[in-house]
């Protein structure tokens, strides 16, 4: 009951800035994304990633829907048969349930990159799963 009741405040904190932006309260609120969640997915979990300069992360896949914003530096995204997406801060990326990341690349060789990922999984299920 407790994860229902953080998930639901969470996503209340993160509709805050939509019912906002949908209802004209002013210039200072910018709607990043909206999707439609898949039913059965109970918990929300929120990561920061760093990566290393230069760093290339394996391909993976999560059971969730994934929403990535970029804090710092510039990464290359691409979920497996989607475009390359190259990254800045402020810029934002989606994986929906059962995608293959198959990259997330800093395009630094001298500073790290960092970027939020904000994901909505089934309860106990793990939050990444390798890709064999």
Known sequence: MKARAWLAASLLALAAPVFAAGHDHGSGVAQLLSQRLQPGLDEGVM????????????????????????????????????????????????????DVHTQARNLSQSAPARFAVFMVKKAGQPAVLPVK
């Open 47 to 98: 990561l920061v990633v760093t990566l290393a300069p230069g760093e290339i992360s394996a391909p993976h896949r999560h059971d969730a829907h994934v929403f990535v914003y970029m804090l710092e530096g510039e990464v290359l995204m691409q979920v497996q048969g989607g475009p390359e997406r190259r990254l800045k801060p402020g810029d934002v990326f989606e994986e929906k349930p059962g």
